[in-house]
């Protein structure tokens, strides 16, 4: 019989100091919560094998697949600013790599267990967190985001304490790969510059290989780092996503969305919203995430000097040119996305202000940020009847003073006049970039209720269906695109570590 999985490590090929060799840790008594069968389809996997006693005992990290090299990565990081030396995976095990259609993906179980990186921590997670991981990386692939996948969540029969004693789980992730710009901080920080330039070039290798032919490869490197992560964030914002913990050891080189603990979504819109209960300062508030990642990336460029150029001054230099590229790139993305949120496919002078002065308007009046921009889509006027009345009031409803929306309002129309095509061409496009359906925090934290306290996991594979089609109406699940009570202010999220 073939192996389960087909893989091929080249990560684990490296080096012995890019990372551990440490085994899962094995545990009491596994059941299999949910496997992806899609996304193990697409990996060029079995579902059926993967569901079976050996698929689960390797899910739950009770057996080492064969051809599998299992290893806990090393990385520092900047953790709310404060530079980190070593960090690594303290409860994460990368089993291998499988090369499938789409190219190379890891495949890693979070929380197996305890590795050299574990930082006195159990190496293991709790239901709740891996539940939410797998929703939300589930929800942000199916809004077009770029994210990590999960394969599957599996209960370990064990508990965990943290500020009480919780069901254990393993989420098994699958990323394009576990590079962070942590991972180049840990081999600057120790003046590694055989193991720096060893990593940059398996980073582009994996990510970027037409850099390889760059005159400069790793400015190349480092420019499509920049270009990835400038049009990552401005796709969050565009959903009203807040990643919550944005360290240095939580940016992924690939360009995905990485590491999901005290995540959530906008609800009533204010861009200084920030949910973890652990950023006290608002540091990776909303509003603040295309700063912090130019912060962050540009700590990944400190990290890389002595490869841009043996000369520091002209290092420095390559540097700075490539992340002054940063703003460009998230300023086209950014409201590009909120042009077609707008139904404006095409670009003029005052787009920007027009939709600049929506956001100020919603945010003065508590407006939802995902049912303002859904219902707009309604709201928009069929020449010569003008708009639907009710599609009109939904909209203006959201508002504290709907006169606030009126004022906008015309001023819209008139741009919408400019544009070609018709209102049903309008509408269709408004629809593709405006979601129904995100995973409303108080849906997510109701659904992990369930499953904790009452080993009820019918409302996490009722989310799952639902957030599967974020763009359709589904009219059989129209509660679920409601905002909660109060517009979700209090609301806070945690790591889950």
Known sequence: ??????????????????????APTPVEAPRLVRLNRTLASDLGLDPARLESPEGLEILAGRRVPEGAEPIATAYAGHQFGQFVPQLGDGRAILLGEVVGRDGRRDIQLKGAGPTPFSRRGDGRAALGPVLREYL?????????????RALAAVTTGEQVIRETVLPGAVLTRVASSHIRVGSFQFFAARGDVEGLRALADHAIARHDPAAADAENPYRALLEGVIRRQAELVARWLSVGFIHGVMNTDNMSIAGETIDYGPCAFLDTYDPATAFSSIDRHGRYAYGNQPRIALWNLTRLAEALL??????ETRAVAEAEAALSGFAAIFEAAYHGGLNRKLGLATTRDGDASLAGDLLKAMAENEADFTLTFRRLGDAVPEPGSGCEPAAVEAVRSLFIDPTAYDRWAERWHNRLAEEPGTAAERKRMMRTANPAFIPRNHRVEAMIEAAVERQDYAPFETLLTVLSRPYDDQPDFAHYAEAPEGGGRGYRTFCGT
């Open 1 to 22: 019989m073939t192996a389960l999985f087909p893989f091929d490590n080249s990560y684990a090929r490296l080096p012995g100091r890019f990372f551990a060799r440490i």
């Open 136 to 148: 939300v990386s589930e929800a942000m692939h199916a809004l077009g985001i770029p994210t990590t």
């Open 306 to 311: 002595p490869l841009l150029s043996d000369d």
